[in-house]
T-cell receptor, first 116, second 111 residues
Framework: ETGVTQSPTHLIKTRGQQVTLRCSSQSGHNTVSWYQQALGQGPQFIFQYYREEENGRGNFPPRFSGLQFPNYSSELNVNALELDDSALYLC???????????????FGAGSRLTVL | DAKTTQPPSMDCAEGRAANLPCNHSTISGNEYVYWYRQIHSQGPQYIIHGLKNNETNEMASLIITEDRKSSTLILPHATLRDTAVYYCIAPTTDSWGKLQFGAGTQVVVTP
């Protein structure tokens, strides 16, 4: 059973640029959630994808967008980068509809984005 | 999600039990309590969850009070590798995958 993998692990962008972060879900999972974690804070929910459609969104502007592909992998896109977008971006997968009913997420190691 | 309250930090001696408290007084009857931890520079890791009964797995034990307003995560024999931020979360039933992380408890295990 493979876990959640994210790429790239680190990247540096400049203000105004666009970035795409990628995530491969754990085998057997059908839902992907993305979180932003600023330094010294807990992760903040950005959005979730299920069946290739957005299924819930946190308090993030539209310049944060995403995709989920048929193989349940996912992308997070951020346009018009701002300095405050510097953070660790975490991807998590889960199995919606699991027989246990448990809301258990498997997280990747994250992509650390620095905006200069 | 039900609001959870945790102490900001605690220390524990290696080999001793670590007892991490969490208050969730507004939790609803069908909301589970979940615990995750985050070791520095890694993604959060699921530890355990429970509804009413006490739970135990290979990582930890979870004790939930009868009124469900608080719980305690127990690491029975803390090791240096247990040094991490521990998050207690009580998501609503319609918030699948949409966890609200607070500040958590920074646990430092010392030799």
């Amino acid at each position: 059973e493979t876990g959640v993998t994210q790429s790239p692990t680190h990247l540096i962008k400049t203000r105004g640029q666009q970035v795409t972060l990628r995530c491969s879900s754990q085998s057997g999972h059908n839902t992907v959630s993305w979180y932003q974690q600023a330094l010294g804070q807990g992760p903040q929910f950005i959005f979730q994808y299920y069946r290739e459609e957005e299924n819930g969104r946190g308090n993030f502007p539209p310049r944060f967008s995403g995709l989920q592909f048929p193989n349940y992998s996912s992308e997070l896109n951020v346009n018009a980068l701002e300095l405050d977008d510097s953070a660790l971006y975490l991807c998590a997968s889960s199995l919606l509809g699991a027989s246990s009913g448990a809301n258990v997420l498997t997280f990747g190691a994250g992509s650390r984005l620095t905006v200069l | 999600d039900a609001k959870t309250t945790q102490p900001p930090s605690m220390d524990c001696a290696e080999g001793r039990a670590a007892n991490l408290p969490c208050n969730h007084s507004t939790i609803s009857g069908n909301e589970y309590v979940y615990w995750y931890r985050q070791i520095h520079s890694q993604g959060p890791q699921y530890i355990i969850h429970g509804l009413k009964n006490n739970e135990t797995n290979e990582m930890a034990s979870l004790i939930i009070t009868e009124d469900r307003k608080s719980s305690t995560l127990i690491l029975p024999h803390a090791t240096l590798r247990d040094t991490a931020v521990y998050y207690c979360i009580a998501p609503t039933t319609d918030s699948w995958g949409k966890l609200q992380f607070g500040a958590g408890t920074q646990v430092v295990v010392t030799p």
